[in-house]
């Protein structure tokens, strides 16, 4: 069965980085876009990054972009990453792994990132 597994989260001061990571399994990785999600308290969740199969197109959401950076590992480790940088207060919120199946949508349990001094 499909699952993620979403790791990486924690408390960072504003302008500090993290690096998130969700591991895939039970599909065929490399055939289907990643993406990645935030919800913050009272809002909808929002797409963050996408990433196409093979790595060779990303897009962003216009608050991260130039401070995200969405990659993937196609090969054993099976992974999409998230590298967060320049982190603002505003970043802070659940962050979800995610890929499309067909009409089924999979979801990670998440990972909490909380930007604060």
């Known amino acids: 069965q499909v699952q993620l597994v979403e790791s990486g989260g924690g408390l960072v001061q504003p302008g500090g980085s993290l690096r998130l990571s969700c591991a895939a399994s039970?599909?065929?990785?490399?055939?289907?876009?990643m993406n990645w999600y935030r919800q913050a308290p009272g809002k909808e969740r929002e797409l963050v990054a996408t990433?196409?199969?093979?790595?060779?197109?990303?897009?962003y959401a216009d608050s991260v972009k130039g401070r995200f950076t969405v990659s993937r590992d196609n090969t054993k480790n099976t992974t999409v990453y998230l590298q967060m940088n320049s982190l603002k207060p505003e970043d802070t919120a659940v962050y979800y792994c995610?890929?499309?199946?067909?009409?089924?949508?999979?979801w990670g349990q998440g990972t909490q990132v909380t930007v604060s001094s």
């Open positions: 039970g599909f065929t990785f490399s055939r289907y876009r």
């Open positions: 995610n890929v499309r199946i067909g009409w089924d949508d999979y």
């Open positions: 990433i196409s199969g093979t790595g060779g197109s990303t897009n």
